[in-house]
């Protein structure tokens, strides 16, 4: 089981929840934050500092963000756009610093206007 970070956080990636992550499992798009689920402990740390209550564990899911679930995942397991590979398990965001690009799912969400991301 893992926390997953939903569509309330496109546009806006406050890091609070990086902040907060003691084991440096939540990674940076262009968009949105990810939460590797092989590297998250499941310690929940990150879910009460969200300011946007996009964070879920995975049991807890809403019925609407469940495709982000599979999303999360994704991030790490398939090639991004721009990327010959996928990011895999790096041991930590720390190390990555801002990738470059984000899932079909979150690039293809709409822009919020007023919020961090702007085209």
Known sequence: MTYVIGAPCIDVK????VDECPVDCIYEGERSLYIHPDECVDCGACEPVCPVEA?????DLPSALTPY???NATFFTEPLPGF???LGSPGGAAKVGVVAADTPLVAGH????GHVHTE
């Open 69 to 71: 679930l599979q999303d």
């Open 84 to 86: 010959a590979e996928p």
């Open 55 to 59: 964070i879920y564990y995975e049991d």
């Open 14 to 17: 406050d890091r609070a929840c």
């Open 110 to 113: 709409p822009v919020i206007p």
